[in-house]
Every structure is written in C-alpha cells, then in structure tokens.
C-alpha cells in the first residue's frame, strides 16, 4: 500500500507512505533480511528516498 502525504489546498505531495505485508512459508528473519537486500539495491525505492531529476515526455498519438 502506498500513501501520499499532501495538504488539501495544494497538489503538491509531501511525503509517501509505503507499507510492504508479505505472506510467505518463510521465517520472519528471513523475509526480514530479504527486504533490507531489496531496500539497499531497489532502484525504484531510490526514486522515493533521494532527490533525482524525472523528467516527463508526453506524446499524443491519434489512432
């Protein structure tokens, strides 16, 4: 579940909330271990943690 932070008078997002529930026949420590590997590689979770630039291309196409 993700969860954006914003005030009600204004677009702009302020912070995010991620919750990550994972239901697996696995122990709690290894699932654990699992997540922390994935939050220190995941370049997808670095988009949210750090400043970057994103740039945004629009193209419309008429079919």
Known sequence: MVEADKSRNSPVITGVTMKVTVSAK???EILEGTWR???AKCPVLFIFKEPIMVKVKFEAKQE
């Open 26 to 28: 696995a122990r709690k």
């Open 37 to 39: 590997r994935t939050e």
